[in-house]
């Protein structure tokens, strides 16, 4: 068996979501078979060995998924096995959390990425993964990035996580619409990175945000962000309350997977230019991922060709939705 071959993979998740990556594995008919698991840790088995160019499953509970090169019991054997990698990360189950280490450099697409895992003082797991559009630049799918103190809700840190690790393409040229807008954490973040945004929310707004919020489209500036407030339910906004050239749909509504869906399928009727969309699911169960086809079907059906779930390290029962590439028919 050489480098690019394995009995055996592994997968680093959140602790707590392996019954429900394992269920995910299962929906997809992967004949992917249970080998061994800790928290955050689990590791699959098949009748056929694995290849390192054949890790293409697009596990949403999976924040890391490599070709397992076994277990040993110091860090130093473990670096050994994946000394052919260009780039090595470490992680480590440590406060209950699977971490990611801090790592200086960025991986590149096609490079090859080493992994070591510590899941005790004598129990390093070593693996291998090939860097890839959609997968995180980070060891463990981990960022490690902070909440600032002056944001006003957790949102911000999600889509924070969200654009690194999707390498979302949102510049300073879009214009975000945002359902559950309040108190202001996605707002907040797409004004520091300069993209304006439409917020629909009856609730009010905190006052780092209102900062930027303008009474109508006629007071924008140039070269100045933006943030209109649309104090509304979701179900009662209307295309008057968009105008022109929204060109992404998010959502951090308390609602379930099918009332966020069927709204965001009415925005994209009235805002055919909407091209991507960027909706946290917050589930009951996490064993809810066996709806992820029927989620996928909605966005396909509003004309979405490239979709993706993902739950990252800052989720807990929570993923994100992210549908690009949209067709729109005339």
Same mark, same amino acid.
């Given at each position: $068996?050489?480098?690019?071959?394995?009995?055996?993979?592994?997968?680093?998740?959140?602790?707590?979501?392996?019954?429900?990556?394992?269920?995910?594995? =299962?929906?997809?008919?992967?004949?992917?078979?249970?080998?061994?698991?800790?928290?955050?840790? +689990?590791?699959?088995?098949?009748?056929?060995?694995?290849?390192?160019?054949?890790?293409?499953?697009?596990?949403?509970?999976?924040?890391?998924?490599?070709?397992?090169?076994?277990?040993?019991?110091?860090?130093?054997?473990?670096?050994?096995?994946?000394?052919?990698?260009?780039?090595?990360?470490?992680?480590?189950?440590?406060?209950?959390?699977?971490?990611?280490?801090? /790592?200086?450099?960025?991986?590149?697409?096609?490079?090859?990425?080493?992994?070591?895992?510590?899941?005790? !003082?004598?129990?390093?797991?070593?693996?291998?993964?090939?860097?890839?559009?959609?997968?995180? !630049?980070?060891?463990?799918?981990?960022?490690?990035?902070?909440?600032?103190?002056?944001?006003?809700?957790?949102?911000?840190?999600?889509? =924070?996580?969200?654009?690194?690790?999707?390498?979302?393409?949102?510049?300073?040229?879009?214009?975000? +619409?945002?359902?559950?807008?309040?108190?202001?954490?996605?707002?907040?973040?797409?004004?520091?990175?300069?993209?304006?945004?439409?917020?629909?929310?009856?609730?009010? $707004?905190?006052?780092?945000?209102?900062?930027?919020?303008?009474?109508?489209?006629?007071?924008?500036?140039?070269?100045?962000?933006?943030?209109?407030?649309?104090?509304?339910?979701?179900?009662?906004?209307?295309?008057?309350?968009?105008?022109?050239?929204?060109?992404?749909? $998010?959502?951090?509504?308390?609602?379930? !997977?099918?009332? +966020?869906?069927?709204? /965001?399928?009415?925005? /994209?009727?009235?805002?055919?230019?909407?091209?991507?969309?960027?909706?946290?699911?917050?589930?009951?169960?996490?064993?809810?991922?066996?709806?992820?086809?029927?989620?996928?079907?909605?966005?396909?059906?509003?004309?979405?060709?490239?979709?993706?779930?993902?739950?990252?390290?800052?989720?807990?029962?929570?993923?994100?939705?992210?549908?690009?590439?949209?067709?729109?028919?005339?």
């Amino acid at each position: $068996m050489n480098r690019t071959e394995s009995e055996y993979i592994f997968a680093l998740c959140n602790p707590g979501s392996e019954k429900a990556l394992k269920l995910e594995a =299962e929906s997809m008919a992967l004949g992917w078979r249970l080998s061994y698991q800790r928290r955050g840790f +689990v590791t699959f088995k098949a009748d056929a060995p694995f290849a390192l160019a054949s890790l293409t499953a697009e596990l949403a509970c999976a924040r890391r998924l490599c070709l397992s090169l076994g277990k040993s019991p110091t860090r130093e054997e473990a670096l050994r096995r994946v000394q052919a990698a260009s780039l090595i990360h470490h992680a480590r189950y440590f406060e209950r959390k699977m971490q990611g280490l801090p /790592c200086a450099a960025s991986p590149k697409p096609g490079e090859l990425i080493g992994t070591v895992v510590e899941l005790g !003082p004598t129990e390093f797991w070593a693996g291998l993964h090939r860097h890839a559009p959609f997968l995180s !630049p980070d060891p463990a799918g981990d960022s490690g990035t902070l909440i600032p103190s002056e944001s006003p809700s957790r949102a911000w840190l999600k889509l =924070e996580e969200a654009l690194r690790f999707f390498a979302l393409p949102l510049t300073p040229a879009d214009i975000v +619409v945002e359902l559950g807008c309040a108190p202001g954490g996605v707002v907040l973040a797409l004004l520091q990175r300069g993209i304006s945004s439409i917020g629909i929310d009856p609730a009010k $707004m905190a006052e780092i945000v209102l900062a930027s919020l303008i009474s109508n489209r006629s007071d924008i500036l140039p070269n100045k962000p933006w943030f209109f407030h649309c104090r509304k339910p979701a179900a009662l906004a209307s295309k008057r309350d968009l105008g022109q050239g929204v060109s992404w749909f $998010m959502s951090d509504m308390n609602q379930s !997977p099918e009332v +966020v869906l069927k709204e /965001c399928a009415r925005f /994209c009727k009235m805002a055919p230019s909407i091209r991507g969309v960027l909706i946290t699911l917050k589930l009951t169960d996490l064993l809810q991922i066996k709806d992820k086809a029927l989620w996928f079907a909605s966005l396909s059906e509003m004309g979405f060709s490239t979709i993706r779930l993902q739950q990252f390290s800052v989720h807990h029962k929570e993923f994100s939705l992210l549908a690009i590439d949209r067709s729109v028919s005339k």
